[in-house]
């Protein structure tokens, strides 16, 4: 039997007051649903996958493959599938946690467990691994679309290959033109289901460029020039032993997704669902991602780059290797252009939450949701083209924001188990979670700021 259901005291406790709750409509049989559009009869299943999909598959994907490389494409390939079985747990714990709760957000689970400081310290993390990633991706889209300069040489974007050096294929014009003409209608939307087409598109774009790469590798391997690659990590000396810690920022952000699964589960026709989904959605992603590393490792072996994108720059020695190189690195630029919005829906809930604790929910405040739409845009502009030291402080972020929201966060709302759901089993990974995610980020970080520091006095020597 259906019955209206009033949102969860967690969330009524610690987010909005008792006059903005009772102007809130009601989803029937499950939570919230905050959107102020009728006749939304709910999102489907495909529509769900699609965008859990693109929030998880966004710019790591071209960083995977060196990962893989660094420690070997044996080693590397099972850590991609031990990270995605690692994510898949700690979303069903969140998963879990809600429906206990009654808590439609992320968020009002960790206020749930820890009150309100819980609550503003996960979304600070959140805050800072969105914003962080929408700045990198809009940089990558400036690398693909106007070109970069690296050690005195400029390397041509696409546009300036093919329309020649203009003002208009300048970095800033071309990112004023995506920003006016892509991100913004698509950030307008106040329901994450609107995105699904757009979505499957991102994720389309994504095969594009693995299935090129797959076609380029098995070419070479057919006309043998290609070299065996390396199964296991090289380690010469201990330096390159801790280097090898330095690959789980790429792991850990390579699968964050926690910060959308309860937006999407919202809005799902069948809510019971999103566990399917979910796991559907990892095998997908981890599918792609192993492919990508696989047969970037093959292709390029120690000559891979950390951003493979950047292999693609040159001959790749085979017949129409421009057009190939054109077309992975547009396909590419589309498809981070398509994740960006679905990053970007969840940062402002986020940021809406820290801001505005008590106010009715954002979707219902056209004011409000306008007017963080466009300074969340204008901050994220402004970093990507006037930052150029941006990439330094985002490899910190990788280390801590993210693994606090994806790993640390879950483990730590389980072990609190305020509602006394938790197994001996959920304890034990989310002991061995905390461990390797605060263990193994210190050990990066640690590392991270090791090389900077010897790269500074290798510059100044």
Known sequence: MKMNTMPSFSDRKHRRSPRGEARLPQKQGYRVLETPEAGFDGASTSGAIFNLSTTVVGAGIMALPATVNQLGLIPGLFAIIFVSMLTGSSIDKILRFSRASKSATYSGVAADAFGGTGRNILQVCIVINNLGMLVVYM????????????????????????????????????????????????????????????????????????????????????EGKIKMPRLMPKLEN?????????????????????????????????????????????????SLYIAT???????????????????FDGD???????LLDDLIRVSYGLHLMLVFPIVFFSLRLNIDGLLFPYAIPIAFSEKRFFSMTVALMGFIFMGANFIPSIWDAFQ????????????????????????????????????????????????????????ILTVDKGVKT
Request: charge should be neutral.
């Open 139 to 222: 940089i990558i889209i400036g690398d693909v679309l106007s070109g970069t300069w690296e050690d005195g040489f400029h390397h041509k974007g696409v546009m300036e290959e093919w329309l020649g050096e203009h003002w208009w294929t300048t970095r800033w014009a071309l990112l004023m033109f995506t920003t006016l003409f892509v991100f913004a209608p698509l950030i307008s939307f106040k329901r994450v289901d609107s995105l699904r087409y757009t979505s499957a598109l991102s994720v389309g774009f994504a095969i594009v460029f693995v299935a090129i790469t797959a076609g380029v590798t098995i070419v070479k391997l057919m």
């Open 396 to 451: 910190f972020t990788g280390a801590t924001a993210a693994v606090c929201v994806g790993y640390i966060f879950p483990a730590a709302i389980t072990l609190r188990d305020t509602h006394g759901i938790a197994t001996k089993k959920d304890r034990l990974i989310s002991w061995m979670m905390i461990f390797l995610a605060v263990s193994t980020s210190t050990v990066a970080v640690t590392s991270d700021i090791y090389g």
């Open 316 to 322: 790749l020695g085979i017949p129409y290797s421009s």
């Open 293 to 311: 590393s696989f047969f970037g490792v093959v292709l390029f072996g120690d000559h891979i780059l950390d951003d493979v994108l950047a292999n």
């Open 238 to 286: 201990q330096a390159s032993f801790w280097k090898l810690f330095t690959t789980v920022p790429v792991l850990v952000t390579a699968y964050i997704c926690h910060h959308n699964v309860l937006p999407i589960a919202n809005e799902l026709r069948d809510p019971t669902q999103m566990k399917l989904i979910v796991r559907k959605s990892l095998m997908f992603c981890s």
